[in-house]
């Protein structure tokens, strides 16, 4: 709910001006957290977490990665206002794999089946 808040107080605190790269990074990182919190009761992204790039009229933080943050990874994106808000959390189960050459499970699951 605290995230709910701070995305708030960001977004009508800068009203229509395009978001720097410090204001990027802590909207996106409430965004991730509120999501987070809804699948997974977890907050664990901080704006630091990723680096928040403008390229194409948008702002993007993050990256779909299965070593993330224990385990856990966002991809926010958004315009220059922070509006037109998009997110996706992963939980990946493969960041302490050591078996079968620490493949990630897709590609232990395909070579399971190519073995049978």
Known sequence: MKTFFISLFIISFLGCDRLNEKTAAE???AIANKECLKLYTKELF????YKAVFAEGKWSWGKIDPAGINGYSADVSFDMNGNNQKVTICFSTDINNTDMNSKPEIE???K????H
């Open 27 to 29: 909207l996106a990182s």
């Open 46 to 49: 901080s704006p630091d977490s």
């Open 108 to 110: 232990r699951m395909q």
């Open 112 to 115: 399971e089946l190519d073995q």
